[in-house]
Nanobody, 114 residues
Framework: QVQLLESGGGLVQPGGSLRLSCAAS????????MGWYRQAPGKQRELVAT?????GKNYAESVKGRFTISRVWSTVYLQMDSLKPEDTAVYYC??????????WGKGTLVTVSS
């Protein structure tokens, strides 16, 4: 079983930056993929970015060039720059374990507003 602890959300002005962190803990052998998803009010949850154990990265088109995902062991980060009001959402951490288990964090709210 894995526990995910997210941090770093908050209120930021348009054009500002935030850094999200998600630390995985618990009893697991290894993590294949770590990623971030987001869900805005009234919308479906969508992929933001993922990073594999081999370092392969994938980004949503809407965040390419502005967001950077990185990973150190069992912690994944999302550096968000040039934030826009449309980036406002609850951001969720997600992990795919090597045993096939998939787990979600509880989410952290990011609000981009002046």
């Amino acid at each position: 079983q894995v526990q995910l602890l997210e941090s770093g959300g908050g209120l930021v002005q348009p054009g500002g930056s935030l850094r999200l962190s998600c630390a995985a803990s618990g009893s697991f052998f290894s993590i294949n993929v770590m990623g971030w998803y987001r869900q805005a009010p009234g919308k479906q949850r969508e992929l933001v970015a993922t990073v594999t154990s081999g370092g392969g990265k994938n980004y949503a088109e809407s965040v390419k060039g502005r967001f950077t995902i990185s990973r150190v062991w069992s912690t994944v980060y999302l550096q968000m720059d040039s934030l826009k009001p449309e980036d406002t959402a609850v951001y969720y951490c997600n992990v795919d374990l090597s045993d096939g288990l998939n787990s979600w964090g509880k989410g952290t709210l990011v609000t981009v507003s002046s």
